[in-house]
């Protein structure tokens, strides 16, 4: 069965640290990869996407991820965070077109 | 322009109850999707509409039902209702091909009692 893991589902950082979420997918086949954040009460915002070429990929608010196929991952990486950036983070596979599997969401909490 | 928009935002019903919610995509979306988020869980997929045909479906219970309309927008309908069916449900929308990017709508929060 296909799958998605967000190995952490809290991570706590101090304002202006980096931070880094990582997601792992199950898959034999070819995927598309996207992390979307939630803030509270609201939908989901996209934060970038790999559809493929370049396994660096950047997105909007300064974040940015690394395509590793190899690993089957695709980990969400910020050089310095702030206040703001405290929200849920999902990591989302679309095995088919208009279909996402999400992972279970990581909760960052950024502190002063 | 409008983003994905959601009716009602919010709304409590009773154990064994019917209810329908409401979806307007971006507009040139012709795709439409549901999710199902249960309080702090991922969301999970619950269908696909495209062209007014359902394109795809989630591993959920015939209680739930949806339809889009000739102007794209869309309903998903839940019959009897159960406790467990509280969650946040987003709906999403795309343009048609892989690859394109899925905007989702602030959700309608249904509380089951």
């Known amino acids: 069965a296909q799958s998605v893991t967000q190995l952490d589902s809290q991570v706590p950082v101090f304002e202006e640290a980096p931070v880094e979420l990582r997601c792992n997918y199950s898959?034999?086949?070819?995927?598309?990869l996207f992390w979307y954040v939630q803030y509270p009460n609201q939908g989901l915002q996209l934060l970038l996407k790999y559809l493929s070429g370049s396994t660096l990929v950047k997105g909007i608010n300064g974040f940015e991820a690394e395509f590793n196929k190899s690993q089957t991952s695709f980990h969400l990486r910020k050089p310095s965070v702030h206040i703001s950036d405290t929200a849920e983070y999902f990591c989302a596979v679309a095995y088919s077109w208009g279909k996402l599997q999400f992972g279970a969401g990581t909760q960052v909490v950024v502190t002063p | 322009d409008a983003g994905v928009t959601q009716s009602p935002t919010h709304l409590i019903k009773t154990r064994g109850q019917h209810v329908t919610l409401r979806c307007s995509p971006i507009?040139?979306?012709?795709?439409v999707s549901w999710y199902q988020q249960v309080l702090g869980q991922g969301p999970q997929f619950i269908f696909q509409?495209?062209?007014?045909?359902?394109?795809g479906r989630g591993n959920f219970p015939d209680r739930f039902s949806a339809r889009q309309f000739p102007n794209y927008s869309s309903e998903l309908n839940v019959n009897a209702l159960l406790l467990g069916d509280s969650a946040l449900y987003l709906c999403?929308?795309?343009?048609?091909?892989?690859?394109?990017?899925?905007?989702f709508g602030e959700g309608s929060w249904l509380t089951v009692v």
């Open positions: 509409y495209y062209e007014k045909e359902e394109r």
């Open positions: 999403a929308s795309s343009l048609q091909g892989e690859g394109n990017t899925i905007y």
């Open positions: 507009s040139g979306h012709k795709s």
């Open positions: 898959s034999s086949v070819s995927v598309y």
